[in-house]
Nanobody, 130 residues
Framework: QVQLVESGGGSVQAGGSLRLSCTVS????????MGWFRQAPGKEREGVAA????????YYADSVKGRFTISQDNAKNTLYLGMNSLKPEDTAMYYC???????????????????????WGQGTQVTVSS
């Protein structure tokens, strides 16, 4: 059974930093697309960043570009999201997700979002105060 567990969320002041982690277990596929999403109360879920594990190709939403960094540690089966210069509008529940079949343009390119990820974590809350 595939499980994704996020950690690292918390409360910080604007301008601060956090690093989210997502540990994946029970996943036997060799290829995958991994991503971070967020959802604030009353808003739609937003794709924040994604990474194609074979190529290290990445995608960032315009709202986080230059501030957030997605990375992976295959040896630890862990996905990270480094978040710097945090803003109050970054406040949301953050979720990680993994899919064994999304790749290329469907992972980090123009077709991302066409298909939903297969596996999701439960989320970790990030709160940024002004």
């Amino acid at each position: 059974q595939v499980q994704l567990v996020e950690s690292g969320g918390g409360s910080v002041q604007a301008g601060g930093s956090l690093r989210l982690s997502c540990t994946v277990s029970g996943y036997t596929y060799s290829k995958n697309c991994m991503g971070w999403f967020r959802q604030a109360p009353g808003k739609e879920r937003e794709g924040v960043a994604a990474i194609q594990t074979e190529t290290d190709s990445t995608y960032y939403a315009d709202s986080v570009k230059g501030r957030f960094t997605i990375s992976q540690d295959n040896a630890k089966n862990t996905l990270y999201l480094g978040m710097n210069s945090l803003k109050p509008e970054d406040t949301a529940m953050y979720y990680c997700a993994v899919d064994p079949f999304l790749s290329g343009l469907f992972c980090t390119g123009v077709y991302r979002g066409t298909y939903d990820y297969k596996y999701w974590g439960q989320g970790t809350q990030v709160t940024v105060s002004s």
